[in-house]
């Protein structure tokens, strides 16, 4: 961590050289260090402490969700190259013979498994919109939720800020147009806030995320037109293209109309979400204040450890 290096692979070494990361033998997926995980555990209840005056319901789901929804969620028309889904043996007798035969072989033995009802989940807040929606109509002042999620995101890559399995939390506000703008509009000041109080330099842009194919570029260009999306960035592996840490989105009324989330007069709710990337907010830690998290700067130890 040397703060001449700046570059992913480099950075990725030193984190194995460290003991802070632990090499599986698959790019983007690591094991953590004691360390790291109460850097994680420190920072998430930071998150919560900030976000503990707007008395969000808090639901931990785990990293798999129903494949169901995920279809729904029109997950597949805009990201197909990120998404996993869970395959299992489901054969009898004379299929296991075979699938053991094919492996010894050094075969395909994968194509005797099937899809099961279970999908990687690859937003903490996908999940969520459905669960909502068989609740009944949304009351008049919105609904506020704090979601963490382990998420899969099929993007192997020599970044340690780029897994392929990592932790997002993120607060969701269901509700008028109005309501979750200014939801958003409060985040993006506060997590600025909450960022430049661990001493890490940031700046918060414009952005867009990476839709698949022809028809990506124009739904991306029309995120941006529309000021969907915003990131607050911080260089982790690189200065001129810094990480995104968090991400303010807008998703209009998509969720709304996708699961018939309504208020009780019938109109259709907005929502909008903000999500915090776990990993690269410790990394980005990592990187800038060193590999040991007790000689860290005294005023960045007091706002994590300091309640
Ligand atoms: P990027 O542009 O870097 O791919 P993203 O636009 O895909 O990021 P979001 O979809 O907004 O990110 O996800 C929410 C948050 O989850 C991000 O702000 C980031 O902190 C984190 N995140 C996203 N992808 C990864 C990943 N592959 N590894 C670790 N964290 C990630
Ligand atoms: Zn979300
Ligand atoms: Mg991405």
């Not at 952005?207 to 995120?223: E, L, S």
Request: glycine residues 10%; contains cysteine.
């Amino acid at each position: 961590m040397d703060a001449k290096t700046f570059d992913a692979k480099s950075l990725l070494d030193s984190l194995f050289e460290n003991g802070i990361l632990f090499e599986s033998g698959i790019d983007g997926l690591y094991g953590r260090s004691g360390a790291f995980e109460e850097v994680i555990e420190r920072f998430e209840r930071l998150v919560t402490r900030l976000g503990a005056p707007d008395k969000a319901t808090r639901i931990h789901f785990p990293p798999g969700m129903s494949r169901a929804t995920l279809e729904k969620s029109g997950y597949m028309k805009s990201f197909p190259q990120l998404a996993g889904c869970v395959h299992s043996f489901m054969g009898g007798e004379r299929e296991h013979a075979q699938l053991l035969g094919m492996m010894a072989d050094g075969g395909d033995w994968t194509e005797l498994q099937k899809a099961t009802d279970v999908a990687l989940t690859p937003a903490a807040c996908y999940p969520l919109y459905p669960t909502v929606a068989a609740r009944g109509p949304v009351p008049a002042q919105g609904l506020l939720f704090e979601l963490s999620s382990y998420c899969f995101r099929h993007e192997p890559s020599k970044d340690p800020a780029r897994m392929q399995l990592f932790r997002m939390r993120e607060f969701v506000k269901i509700g008028t147009a109005e309501q979750v703008r200014s939801f958003r509009e409060s985040w993006l000041k506060r997590g600025k806030a909450m960022i430049e109080s661990l001493e890490l330099r940031c700046e918060v842009d414009l952005a867009n995320d990476p839709f698949f194919g022809r028809g990506g570029k124009m739904m991306a260009n029309n995120q941006r037109d529309q000021g969907l999306k915003f990131e607050l960035l911080i260089p982790v592996t690189s200065i001129e293209k810094p990480t995104a840490c968090l991400s303010f989105n807008y998703h209009q009324d998509h969720f709304g109309r996708t699961w018939g989330l309504k208020f009780a007069d019938g109109e259709l709710c907005h929502s909008a979400c903000v999500g915090f990337g776990l990993e690269r907010v410790a990394l980005a830690l990592f990187r800038h204040h060193g590999p040991d998290a007790a000689a860290w700067p005294a005023a960045v130890r007091d706002v994590l450890w300091g309640v």
